[in-house]
Every structure is written in C-alpha cells, then in structure tokens.
C-alpha cells in the first residue's frame, strides 16, 4: 500500500515537471517569436531614407515606410533624413542648437573673426542650409561628413572674405559674397564625395569690430545719404526729361506742319503767278486792267472813308441843270 502511494505521488510529481516544462518552453518560444517580430520590422520616416546594413556592409537604401529585415543584429538600418533641410550657424548659436555640435556653432567668437583683403578686420555671421542627397557617400565616403562640411564651409568663407575689401564685406558686396561662397562649397562638397548638396548661404551680421563701429556708422549714413540724393535725382529726372521731350516732340511735329503748309503755299503762288505771267504775256493791258480791279477789289472793303478823284469830273458834287428844262416845259404850255 505504502509502495503505490509512493508510486502515485511520483507520477503526479513528474507530471507537474512537464507541465511545467511545457509552460516555460511555450513562453520562451513566443518571447522568441515576439522579439522577431519586434526585430523584423521598421518604419522609415516621410522625410527619410533607410540604409540597410548586413552583417555591416551596405546592401541598400529604402523608401520611406514599414519595412522588413533579418533580426539578432544581422541587419542594422540607419535612417538618413534625406528630404528635410539642414542648417549651420557660423559666429553664433541658436539655443535650441546647442546641443548639437555639428550645426552649432562652438566658438563663435573664433569662427565670425575675419580679415579682409585689405586688411582690415570684420566680424561677419552666417548660415549654410544644406540636404544630404547621397546616403551611401554620406555614411562611407566620409568619416564625419557633417564636421567636414562645417570645415569646409568655414574655409571656402574666409576665403571669399579675403579676396573683398572691406566695405564690400559690410556693405554693398553682401549678395556676390553669399553667391560666390555658395559655388565653392558646393564644388567641395562635390569634390570630397559628402553625399551633401548645399542649398544655400545667409550672411547674417556683418559688421566691424566694435572699437570703429562707430565710424563705420558715419560711412554708411553717408552712403545712405548719397543713394537717396540719387533715387531723388533719378526721380526728378524721370519726372522733366519725358515732359522736356514730349514738348520738343510737339513743337517739332508743328514746325514741320508749318513748314509744309508755307512750301504748299509757296508752291501755289508760284503756280499762280506762272499762270498769270502766260495771260499778261498774250493779253497785257487786258491783264493788268484785271490785277487793278482785283487788288482794289481786296484793299478797299478794309478801308474807311473813300474820296475818289477824276479828272473829268467838272465840280465836286455834279448837278444837271434840271430846273432849266423845267421852267421851259411851264412857258410852253401857257
């Protein structure tokens, strides 16, 4: 009896073992299957590209989006943001920015002091706004590409600012020195193979040190003065020249009216006095009997009183002796 009660707790023994065994071996199987799952999968970001990685060799690039990979480390993804815009700060930092030391700037006093070509100091700020277009030269090609663009971005400025004078720098050469620095890092960035393209560059501040800031004050008042007192110059201009040869325009259209209506005229005498001289020369008397009347047919209507004189008149006023036939018409007929 003793025997089967052994034998039966044995048994019992045994089986909550398994039971056990089972248990723990179905959690670890589906700890396996959920740390595969969570190892399989990934997710790429909208403004990002993937590079997949095996065994630590490039194998490819992704799209944004869920993507699978072969978990224990056997694939690793690096997300590269490809399609959001970069930035730089040079000769100052933003506080946001402080904690990145690739896009701020860690002594910007250093960085913003520069020297001119003709040797004059000035303290000049700015940004580079950059995308990193090449993933794989991005991570292989370069050990710190981010670091070397920010050398390389620092050089290419102080060099654009050392071929400049000094009043270029600070004031009328701003946009050549932003274009010209952005060909150059550019071609740099190109040349080293940092899977960067630049975007763009910003001078922000550029001014002189502060111990002849207040004499470059003066200058650029002056210069200030000097383009407004051409803007009004140009103003005026603008406002007299156009009406100056408008009104020459005018008065040369009406000396050429003038002109073409006296030639006409000039013209019509001619032809007047040629048809006239034919008519004297066949008819002289009867010729100049007829310009007689005719002028005095002009002159006289514009004159006033008229006294005419003739020589065969016998008395001023003539009267005809009318009172004489008169009387002799009465006597004859008494």
């Known amino acids: 009896m003793a025997v089967a009660d052994f034998s039966s707790r044995e048994f019992n023994v045994n089986l909550n073992v398994r039971s056990a065994l089972w248990a723990a071996g179905f959690l670890v199987v ?33 799209e944004p989006g869920l993507h699978f990979k ?8 690096i997300v590269i943001p490809t399609r959001r815009q970069l930035k730089l700060e040079f000769g100052f930092t933003t506080p946001g920015y402080l904690s990145n030391p690739i896009q701020a700037s860690q002594d910007p006093d250093e960085e913003k002091s520069m020297v001119t070509g003709d040797l004059n100091a000035a303290l000049v700020e700015w940004v580079v706004q950059y995308r990193i277009d090449d993933p794989g030269q991005y991570l292989f090609d370069v050990r710190n590409p981010g670091g070397t663009l920010r050398d390389l971005s620092e050089a290419a400025m102080r060099e654009v600012i050392g071929d400049r004078t000094v009043d270029e720098v600070i004031t009328i050469g701003r946009q050549d020195i932003e274009i010209e620095a952005l060909a150059r890092m550019q071609e740099l960035a190109k040349r080293y193979h940092l899977g960067i393209r630049v975007d ?4 922000k501040n550029v001014n002189p040190p502060s111990q002849v800031q207040a004499s470059f004050n003066e200058v650029n008042k002056a210069q200030q003065d000097r383009e407004n007192a051409i803007n009004i110059a140009n103003g005026e ?11 020459a325009d005018q008065t040369i259209r009406a000396a050429e009216g003038y002109r073409f209506k006296r030639v006409n005229e000039a013209e019509g005498d001619v032809a007047a006095f040629t048809a006239v001289l034919q008519q004297y020369i066949k ?21 006033g009183q008229k006294i005419i004189v003739d020589d065969f008149l016998r008395q001023f006023l003539p009267v005809l002796p009318l009172s004489n036939k008169a009387e002799e018409a009465v006597k004859g007929e008494k």
């Open 237 to 247: 201009y603008n406002k007299v020249v156009p009406k100056a040869k408008g009104e």
């Open 30 to 62: 589906l700890l396996v299957v959920a740390v595969l799952c969570f190892t399989s999968y990934y997710t790429v970001g909208a403004d990002s590209e993937g590079v997949v990685l095996r065994f630590g060799k490039f194998l490819k690039t992704v």
């Open 200 to 203: 763009q560059v910003q001078l």
């Open 283 to 303: 008819a002289p008397e009867i010729t100049r009997t007829r310009l007689y009347l005719e002028t005095m047919g002009d002159v006289l209507p514009q004159t």
């Open 70 to 77: 072969l978990p224990f480390g056997v694939d690793e993804v």
